[in-house]
């Protein structure tokens, strides 16, 4: 299925995957396996990898070549997710002209609480474990790069909320669970016209990126 989210970036999603394009490179910051951190790209994709899986590929290496089979040109952040795409929900908004929109897909087998005792004992130890919740938010208004850092705070909070109000539990505490081990998020910075500073939690794209999050959560909770 095609979507257009707002006027610079396109979904389309099926059963193997989720996959925004931009029209123009963009600002994301993300924790994605491919091209993490603070980068401008052409795409994200959000992919659906077996719960159980013998290859031995390189997860980034595993998305690099998918994003070329699929013939996406440019720079592709990844993600990937043993969560059956039909828990994606999206939530949207508009908020005096800026377009706010949330993708989720949901799965919580491992799911954590912060501080909960690590199943790898190892500073540079991998986990292998699935049940992530990926989150993908866009904002269609220029966000400076400490206005990110403060939207993924605040959708992390929303995330977290999310589960604490479904009674979500961590199986390693018994203490109501923060997230999953493995989740993943990426926030996108638009082209604007708007510029915006700040989006903590005492201001309107703060509260309406809360609001979002918390939605799409709970709702892709009960796929």
């Not at 299925?1 to 396109?10: A, D, R, S, V, Y």
Request: hydrophobic share 45%; net charge negative; glycine share 8%.
């Amino acid at each position: 299925m095609n979507i257009n989210i707002n006027t610079f970036t396109k979904l389309q999603y099926n059963d193997d995957h989720i996959h925004v394009a931009f029209l123009s490179p963009q600002r994301v910051i993300s924790s994605a396996i491919l091209n993490g951190g603070l980068v401008k790209a052409d795409h994200i994709v959000n992919r659906k990898v077996p719960l159980n899986s013998s290859s031995c590929e390189a997860p980034e290496r595993s998305l690099s070549d998918y994003a070329n089979t699929q013939g996406w040109q440019g720079n592709v952040v990844g993600m990937m997710t043993a969560a059956s795409m039909n828990s994606l929900r999206i939530e949207q908004a508009c908020v005096e002209g800026v377009d706010i929109t949330v993708l989720v897909t949901t799965g919580v087998n491992n799911a954590r609480r912060a501080g909960d005792k690590a199943d790898i004992q190892e500073l540079l130890g991998i986990t292998e474990k699935v049940g992530t919740i990926n989150l993908i938010l866009i904002c269609s208004a220029k966000l400076t790069d400490a206005a990110m850092l403060e939207a993924v705070m605040v959708a992390t909070e929303g995330k977290s909320a999310a589960l604490q109000n479904a009674g979500i539990l961590s199986p390693v505490s018994r203490l109501l669970a923060t997230g999953t081990g493995t989740d993943a998020i990426a926030v996108v910075s638009g082209d604007g016209p708007q510029e915006i500073k700040f989006c903590g939690k005492h201001v309107l794209l703060g509260e309406w990126i809360g609001r979002l999050v918390i939605a799409a959560v709970t709702s892709s909770l009960d796929a």
